[in-house]
């Protein structure tokens, strides 16, 4: 809360005294890289920790395609990427953007959203969307659980479109 009431005043000040036109997208990603910086240094690291699981990649069965999505934030730019693959692994289809500035919350449902999209528009009817959001996937496989205000229309508009696709999960 300090971060975020710090980080307040001084876009109130900037905007007040240096005539500088204040961008919430900016501060809300100073406030997370500062409070992720504040959890390393009071977090004591592990004596004897292990070693954290290597995620694999593993194909999808061989009538359908794996669809993954992930999301690049920088000070500048956002990006989103879409990877389509086939049951060998092998590459398929490969889509990126820039997109207006956001949350990282924010823009791995875009991501999302958007994979639905491009899987609708090529016409593929059994897909597994794969991402590291896990709140996204968690609303949209129990949508009757709350989520998120921000993300609500987007992934209300993925569910709507899921309902094109004749098998479909997001893991």
Known sequence: ??????EIWRARNRSLHQNCVWDVSSSIRLVHTR??????????????SLPLPVSVWSPPSADCIKINIDVAIS???????????????VPIKIWARLIKET??????????????????????????????????????????????????????????????FFSCSFV
């Open 1 to 6: 809360m300090a971060f975020t009431i710090e």
């Open 75 to 89: 000070d500048t730019n956002d990006a989103i990427a879409v990877v389509a693959r086939d049951h060998c692994g």
């Open 103 to 164: 949350t990282p919350f924010q823009a791995e449902t875009t991501a999302l959203l958007w994979a639905v999209q491009l899987a609708k528009m090529e016409n593929w009817s059994r897909d597994i969307f794969e991402g590291d959001t896990k709140i996204c996937f968690d609303a949209i496989n129990a949508p009757n659980q709350p989520f998120s205000w921000c993300i609500r229309t987007q992934l209300l508009n993925i569910i709507a479109a899921a309902e094109f």
């Open 35 to 48: 409070c992720h910086e504040f959890s390393t240094i009071i977090t004591p690291p592990a004596a004897h």
